[in-house]
């Protein structure tokens, strides 16, 4: 047993739409659908519960695990100036047997 308690996370229905941003369509993306897991970028700011009780919630789907990664913006160069792209949260949600998410339609 953890030494700390956590507490279910019910974020609101506005939150939901934020906490998920939209989803990842890349070829690995499309390849990870084989292992039961979708891709989506999320709010910088969102924590796993929260990301696991939007999807949940959304896509009425039963989530086993959340992962999640920071994408560092790259620089580039605009017009001959430097500057840089926004840092990007993604979630990769491994989905339980028999559940499947077709992030091709809407919600």
Known sequence: MSKYSYRKVKPSTERKFEV???PVI????????????????VATDASKPEIKAAVEDLFKVSVTSVNTLIQKGKT???RGRPGK???????????????????????
């Open 20 to 22: 998920l941003r939209a």
């Open 26 to 41: 890349t070829e690995k993306s499309t390849l990870m659908s084989e292992h039961n897991q979708v891709c989506f970028f």
């Open 76 to 78: 580039k160069r605009f």
């Open 85 to 107: 792209r926004n840092d990007m949260k993604k979630a990769i949600v491994t989905l339980a047997d028999g559940d499947s998410i077709d992030v091709s339609t809407g919600l």
